[in-house]
């Protein structure tokens, strides 16, 4: 829905309250220009600035909103500050693609301009109606005293605009408002609507109670009076969920997308995902959807508890939609910067979205697989690549050729034996993230940690580790636990930085020994996805030394055992078009 930087956003949400949000917005502007400048000279150094992933030229933005396809052109709108590199004064702004790796950048969509909408115009989705209008819907905050939140639509003022430049808010909004029994200030990002038996249904996020995160259904005839069914579609006791998203997915196995108000007897399954407010990170489950009932009900009955996530590092109020184009659903998720307010007021910027992904069913029927879309592939430049190369333990290899700070990796490890992998501590079998920080990159494993140093220096002072690390099977498992993290505790010199590293356990047969490795590398970001998408890391870093020509990639086993990289690729990749910077 909406963040800012840590301390920050804290100070700032709580005197917004108090009815003093310009004011304190324009002091914490003074205060974090005069922070400024101790800031290390590398954090405001253009070499960290991303070059193929999603940004405007300046300032904050953060949440994706509303990303559709109309008449040949791929839009995407999000959460944006016009006015500094901090959250505040946010509006919609609006960019365009032909292939959602080039992007140009017009005037915001949606701007406070109405009662309903006067005090933030928030997350939301669009839908497209049988007649072929976008419309979209966002959340409004119409009182200055109190965070109060309503739900607004908006219209294209001129449909064979393919570009859809202006957007009209009809005179009948706010569309729908949180009656007796809903937490007014907690009532928000209205989801992609779908239409089945003359009704439409959206989801919004919110909470009761303490700490319990619902789904609330609204149906509409005409898109203009929406009514709240009694129950929620689903809820857990898991905290607000902000940005909800629901939508079909194919069998398992099947690659193509679905559009949201798709119908037929097709056998397929749901997905609800939820950005839970108190984690921020983005959980979702698979399961089944009963439209006479309005419920869903997760395959796994534990699913709300066991918490699989899109991605297992920075990544947040994510956004999916459907691409008829290619038919597919891609998602998008915005990814928050891990420096300072500060820093970031030096830069002059600040949060990037995330590569678009196309996601679809496992074969499993478990969870969801990611990949990049393809048409990424197209910046690639120069490669290098190196087969058959054993990797002996304590050994790192450097990757050469090529210029590595702006790269694409793909590389498939071979290990050779299984027989000398760790025991997993039973403490520690349920929580990839602690289980990380205890067996870091540094720690010699049994079998691991292998993988990738990306984003390092010559000396190896720098480094940003992306490796797996195998453990037996855990009590009653029949296949070894494998174990993905994000290592960036040696990133940087800079001391100020949040460095946490990140991980995820990977559901993959290992039974040959192969698993394999993609890293998206961009300066200051490292997006990874391991065995073929089943996990995914996206982990933000800030060399001090390892910028520009100076970043090095290196393949490392800090193992036991022999590890053989089968075949590894790397790319150099070329900057797009990108909002005009």
Request: glycine share 8%; charged share 25%.
């Amino acid at each position: 829905m909406r963040a800012l930087g840590r301390v920050a956003w804290a100070w700032l949400l709580l005197l917004q309250l108090a009815g003093a949000s310009h004011v304190v917005y324009e002091n914490l502007l003074e205060v974090e220009e005069a922070a400024a400048a101790a800031v290390p000279p590398s954090i405001i150094d253009p070499l960290l600035r991303t070059g193929y992933h999603f940004q405007p030229r300046k300032n904050w933005i953060n949440d994706p909103n509303a990303p559709l396809y109309y008449k040949g052109w791929y839009h995407l709108f999000y959460q944006y500050n016009p006015k500094g590199a901090v959250w505040g004064n946010i509006v919609w702004a609006h960019s365009v693609s032909r292939d959602l790796i080039n992007w140009m950048a017009l005037k915001p969509a949606i701007e406070p301009s109405i009662a309903s909408d006067k005090y933030g115009c928030w997350s939301g989705s669009a839908t497209m109606l049988p007649d072929g209008t976008p419309t979209i819907m966002y959340t409004g905050v119409n009182r200055p005293d109190v965070n109060y939140q309503v739900q607004n639509v908006a219209y294209p003022r001129n449909k064979s605009d393919p570009l859809l430049r202006e957007w009209d808010k009809p005179s009948h909004n706010p569309i729908i408002v949180p009656k007796a029994g809903i937490n007014a200030t907690q009532f928000r990002d209205p989801t992609t609507a779908w239409r089945a038996g003359g009704h439409w249904r959206l989801l919004i996020g919110s909470v009761t109670g303490p700490a319990h995160g619902v789904a609330y259904v609204y149906r509409s005839r005409d898109f203009k009076r929406w009514t709240r069914v009694e129950r929620p579609l689903h809820s857990a006791a898991t905290g607000m969920w902000e940005c909800p998203d629901f939508y079909p997915v194919e069998a398992a196995g099947r690659r193509e997308g679905l559009d949201t108000s798709v119908s037929g007897r097709r056998a397929r399954k749901y997905v609800l995902k939820n950005s839970l407010d108190l984690r921020r990170y983005d959980y979702y489950t698979v399961g089944t959807y009963d439209r006479r009932a309005e419920r869903y009900v997760p395959d796994d009955p534990a699913g709300d508890e066991r918490h699989l996530r899109y991605d297992y590092g920075n990544f947040y109020a994510s956004k999916t939609f459907y691409d008829p184009a290619k038919r597919r659903r891609i998602l998008w998720g915005w990814a928050n910067e891990s420096d300072t307010s500060a820093d970031d007021v030096a830069k002059g910027w600040a949060g990037i979205q995330a590569i678009p992904r196309t996601v679809w069913l496992d074969p499993s029927g478990k969870q969801l697989l990611q990949w990049p879309i393809e048409e990424v592939e197209a910046l690639r430049g120069k490669s290098v690549t190196v087969k058959d190369r054993v990797i002996k333990p304590g050994q790192h290899v450097e990757v050469t050729g090529l210029q590595t700070a702006q790269a694409d990796v793909e590389v498939t490890f071979e290990v050779s034996s299984l027989a000398g992998a760790e025991s997993l501590d039973p403490e520690l079998a349920g929580d990839a993230q602690r289980l990380c920080g205890a067996r870091g990159a540094a720690v010699e494993g049994g079998v691991g940690p292998f993988g990738l140093w990306v984003l390092a220096s010559a000396d190896r002072q720098e480094r940003t580790a992306v490796f797996f690390r195998l453990f037996r099977p855990a009590r009653g498992g029949d296949k070894p636990v494998v174990l993905m993290c994000t290592d960036p505790t040696k990133s940087s010199l800079n001391p100020n930085l949040y460095q946490p590293t990140f991980a995820g356990f990977v559901d993959t047969d290992i039974s040959d020994g192969k698993i394999s490795l993609r890293s998206l590398i961009d300066r200051s970001v490292v997006e990874s996805f391991g065995a073929g998408g089943k996990t995914c890391i996206l982990s933000r870093v800030y060399p001090s030394l390892a910028t520009g020509k100076n970043a090095r990639l290196y393949v490392f086993n800090g193992g036991k055992a022999d590890v053989k990289v089968s075949r590894l690729t790397a790319w150099e990749m070329k900057k797009p078009l990108m909002n005009g910077a």
